[in-house]
């Protein structure tokens, strides 16, 4: 059979509109609900509620309207993330698995934070002091079991995802003397904006510390070495050198390591692709996709995908990809 434009402009539209009820629409209903039904509670439930355990014992203790307004906020927040992820079908109409797996997450969130936070609540009716509760942890197993509850029918209720293997555009090989020497090498980034949380986010850490040291809380030291070693796990992952030569193609972090070098004679086909990092590999970075891809993502738009002798794919975004994959192919042409 024939598909026309509508048939896909139709299949689009219904693929959104599942997309918006599995992303949105379920979990923000479910933590309303959740919401709804423990502020009702309020009257029999002891302040301050124990709102952390150490196993089944109440070992930290807080406003109420926290774990009630908590559940709703994060899945509000992530509802909105997944609907715009999602909002743009590949051109068949449909979702990537990456898509679908994220899209599934966000009822799975709501099921989790909805049930396994209120069974703490739920522990602790009728009691006037919060230190008495008991019960409260097997409540997180109940609300992962409730996630899976949801997130499992949600999976089917949304379209297949979307099989078509991405080839991008071949480059026309570039052709050099037996003798000659080539290079070719830029720096791939990500971008500013996402430099700028990054930056903010460990400022805030690092605020956090220094708060922590000033009233005297041996935490800071532990919160500072894990603050660090993450600032330096993530500075090895901001900027990548992307260089193709006589040897292949080689993708180095900033630190040296990681390290990727793919040789010349191992290359069987080498593409220009358009690379969308959270519905094609789930997010930046280092990233593992669905389609069974890797590959350095730091942003949206051009890269060079690399296939290897063993059918394994590898991309890497860059500037000038054209030029680079061009380059590569000329290089895998003569190797």
């Not at 014992?57 to 609907?83: E, H, K, N, Q, R």
């Not at 029918?153 to 071949?170: C, I, Q, Y």
């Not at 980034?189 to 990054?198: E, F, L, P």
């Not at 330096?232 to 040897?247: G, K, P």
Request: proline share 5%; net charge neutral.
């Amino acid at each position: 059979m024939i598909e026309t434009t509508a048939d896909v402009t139709a299949r689009a539209s219904s693929t959104r509109s599942r997309a918006i009820t599995v992303g949105a629409l379920v979990p923000i209903v479910v933590t309303a609900l959740a919401a709804i039904i423990t502020a009702s509670w309020i009257p029999e439930l002891p302040d301050p509620v124990a709102v952390h355990w150490a196993g089944d014992t109440p070992d930290g203790y807080g406003s109420v309207w926290l774990f009630i307004l908590m559940p709703l906020g994060i899945c509000t927040l992530f509802a909105l993330f997944v609907v715009a992820m999602s909002s743009k079908p590949t051109e068949a109409g449909l979702l990537t698995a990456n898509q679908k797996f994220v899209l599934v997450t966000s009822p799975w969130m709501a099921g989790l934070l909805s049930v396994g936070l209120g069974g703490t609540l739920w522990v602790q009716r009728g009691l006037d002091d919060a230190s008495e509760a008991s019960g409260g942890a097997i409540w997180m197993l109940w609300g992962l079991l409730a996630g899976f509850a949801l997130a499992i029918p949600a999976w089917f209720l949304l379209r297949p995802s979307d099989k078509t293997v991405v080839s991008g555009e071949p480059p026309a090989a570039m052709d050099f003397a037996p003798t000659e020497l080539v290079s070719w090498s830029r720096t791939a980034k990500v971008g500013r904006g996402a430099r700028i949380v990054i930056a903010s986010v460990f400022v805030m850490q690092f605020v956090l510390a220094f708060v922590l040291a000033a009233n005297g809380e041996p935490a800071w030291t532990i919160l500072l070495i894990v603050v660090a070693a993450l600032l330096l796990l993530v500075a090895a992952t901001l900027y990548w050198r992307v260089t193709v030569d006589r040897r292949g193609l080689t993708v180095r972090s900033a630190l040296g390591w990681p390290k990727t070098t793919i040789p010349a004679e191992e290359i069987t086909d080498v593409a220009v692709v358009d690379v969308q990092p959270v519905a094609e590999f789930g997010g930046w970075g280092w990233r593992w996709g669905a389609d069974g891809r890797t590959g350095v993502v730091l942003r949206t738009g051009e890269g060079i995908q690399v296939t290897r002798a063993n059918g394994k794919r590898f991309v890497v975004t860059v500037d000038d990809a054209a030029t680079g994959a061009a380059v590569l192919a000329g290089v895998r042409s003569r190797s």
